[in-house]
């Protein structure tokens, strides 16, 4: 690459980076309904406007112009899913409500607009999470089971014994992710008498707890510690 080439990349690198810093950040729940701000000088008319996720700039996610909705381009992924605050386009917001959010809407999304006056572009970085709801533990003959379900972004479990004590894992709990993209966690310890049990499974800012007391040979007792965040 010649150094010019390679001045202007590194030009646009830090032009990249510079406003990479100024996107709104969103975080939505997922299957939820969530909004990507994107706010502009009061319009004059005849206002366009596009939103895109920067992965595929080719079809968009949803866009407006002669005064309504045109998704004859819109990306699939996003049909039936997107719609713009009619009534508040005049104000200059052009705001997108996204509903029944997936994992794969992760990313940064970029709205771009434009009017008799010019035009103006603006970032929102998305992120889903999928808190974790519950956190369950199984007895069987001398292993104990937590497992847990449902949760984004990539959950972490980890056990732990009132009193504190070695605990013999079977193995790394073991993650996996649906078609959904959502990950499920168990793992199995040994059992030991005349401990509690304790298992705890955090994602991002999410925890549940649930313990397990035995009180005698055959008899346990399970406790589900509610979510601390
Ligand atoms: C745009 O309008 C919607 C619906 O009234 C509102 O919830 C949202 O906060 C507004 N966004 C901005 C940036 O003003
Ligand atoms: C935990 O157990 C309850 C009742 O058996 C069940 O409804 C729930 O789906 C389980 N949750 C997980 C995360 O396995
Ligand atoms: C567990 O507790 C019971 C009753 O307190 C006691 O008899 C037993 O020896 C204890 N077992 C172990 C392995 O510490």
């Given at each position: 690459m010649a150094w010019k080439e390679q001045l202007v990349l590194a030009f646009l690198t830090w032009i990249l980076e510079g406003t990479k810093g100024q996107d709104a950040q969103v975080t939505c729940v997922f299957s939820g309904r969530c909004i990507l701000p994107c706010k502009m000088k009061p319009h004059v008319g005849d206002e366009v406007i596009h939103w895109y996720h920067t992965k595929n700039t080719?079809?968009?996610?949803h866009s407006y112009y002669q005064g309504k909705d045109q998704?004859?381009?819109?990306?699939?992924?996003y049909k039936g899913r997107t719609s713009l605050f009619p009534d508040q386009i005049r104000l200059g917001n052009e705001s997108l409500l996204l509903s029944d959010?997936?994992?794969?809407?992760?990313g940064r999304y970029k709205c771009y607009t434009s009017n008799k006056e010019g035009n103006d572009e603006t970032f929102v970085n998305l992120k889903v999470k999928a808190p974790v709801q519950s956190v369950n533990i199984t007895v069987a003959a001398d292993t104990l089971t937590c497992s847990s379900e449902g949760i984004y972004p990539a959950p972490v479990l980890v056990w732990s014994t009132v009193p504190p004590s070695d605990l013999q894992q079977e193995k790394e709990p073991e993650k996996q992710t649906n078609d959904q993209g959502l990950f499920s966690v168990t793992s199995t310890v040994h059992k030991s008498p005349n401990n509690t049990f304790i298992c705890s499974v955090t994602a991002g800012d999410s925890t549940h707890t649930a313990s397990l007391r035995q009180q005698s040979e055959q008899q346990f007792e399970l406790f589900h510690i509610k979510p601390q965040s």
């Open positions: 080719d079809s968009p996610v998704l004859a381009y819109q990306d699939k992924k959010v997936k994992i794969q809407d992760e």
